[in-house]
C-alpha cells in the first residue's frame, strides 16, 4: 500500500541553523500538507500547499518557514533560523481529489526535531 | 474559533474491555469529523470518519457517531484488543478550510492488557 515518506526520522541541530524536513507524498496525491506537535501538546496545522502554491497557513508558519516541491516527489519544509520552541515532531501529509475537508490526509511517520 | 476537546489519558483496559474515548469540538461551520491512531513508531493513520449529522464511521471494531446537536463524536468499541494500545486523535476538519485543515485533540493514549 502507499505510503507517505519522511527523512530524517530524528534531526537534530544548533539554534540559528537552517533545517530542511523531507517528504515523499503518495505518488498521485496533488494536495500537501505540515502539521507539528511540541511534546506534550496538540497537533498543530502549519501549512497546506496545492499546484505549487501554499493555499493556506497558520500563525505559527511566520517568515521562518517556508515551502516547497522542488521536483515531482518531494516536499519539503524549511526552517530558516530554527529556535528552541521549534523542537517538535512534524507530520507531513498528503490527499488525492479536492472534495475539500471529506477528504482522508495520509500521514507520514514524522521527524522529531530537536533544537539545541 | 476551531477546538477539539478530548478525553486526557491514558486510559488502561483490559483485554475484552469497553472503550470509549470522548471528544467534543467547536466549529464556526460544519465540519467533517475524524479520528486517527498513531500505533508506536508509526504515523497517523485514518481509523474512520464521518462528514455529516447522524452518521455512522466505523473500522476495525471501532464506531463514531456524528452529533451535531451535542457538537460531539466519541469513539467506542465494544470489546478491545491488545493490538488497538494505540494514540487516538480525535481531528474535525474545517470546512472554511480550502484543502480542509485539521483540528487535533490532545491525543489519548490507550493501553490494553491481556
Known amino acids: 500500500e502507499p505510503e507517505v515518506t519522511q527523512t530524517p526520522s530524528h534531526q537534530v541541530t544548533q539554534m540559528g541553523q537552517e533545517v530542511i524536513l523531507r517528504c515523499v507524498p503518495i505518488s498521485n496525491h496533488l494536495y500537501f500538507y505540515w502539521y507539528r506537535q511540541i511534546l506534550g501538546q496538540k497537533v498543530e496545522f502549519l501549512v497546506s500547499?496545492?499546484?505549487?502554491?501554499?493555499?493556506?497557513k497558520s500563525e505559527i508558519f511566520d517568515d521562518q518557514f517556508s515551502v516547497e516541491r522542488p521536483d515531482g516527489s518531494n516536499f519539503t519544509l524549511k526552517i530558516r533560523s530554527t529556535k528552541l520552541e521549534d523542537s517538535a515532531m512534524y507530520f507531513c501529509?498528503?490527499?488525492?481529489?479536492?472534495?475539500?475537508?471529506?477528504?482522508?490526509?495520509?500521514f507520514g511517520p514524522g521527524t522529531r526535531l530537536t533544537v539545541l | 474559533g476551531n477546538s477539539v476537546t478530548q478525553m486526557e489519558g491514558p486510559v488502561t483496559l483490559s483485554e475484552e474491555a469497553f472503550l470509549t474515548i470522548n471528544c467534543t469540538y467547536t466549529?464556526?461551520?460544519?465540519?467533517?469529523l475524524f479520528w486517527y491512531v498513531q500505533y508506536p513508531g508509526e504515523g497517523l493513520q485514518l481509523l474512520l470518519k464521518a462528514t455529516k449529522a447522524d452518521d455512522k464511521g466505523s473500522n476495525k471494531g471501532f464506531e463514531a457517531t456524528y452529533r451535531k446537536e451535542t457538537t460531539s463524536f466519541h469513539l467506542e468499541k465494544g470489546s478491545v484488543q491488545v493490538s488497538d494500545s494505540a494514540v487516538y486523535f480525535c481531528?474535525?476538519?474545517?470546512?472554511?478550510?480550502?484543502?480542509?485543515?485539521?483540528?487535533f485533540g490532545r491525543g489519548t493514549q490507550l493501553t490494553v492488557w491481556p
Open positions: 466549529a464556526t461551520g460544519y465540519p467533517s
Open positions: 501529509a498528503s490527499s488525492v481529489i479536492l472534495a475539500g475537508p471529506t477528504d482522508t490526509q495520509y
Open positions: 500547499f496545492y499546484n505549487n502554491e501554499i493555499s493556506e
Open positions: 481531528a474535525p476538519a474545517d470546512r472554511g478550510s480550502t484543502l480542509g485543515r485539521l483540528y
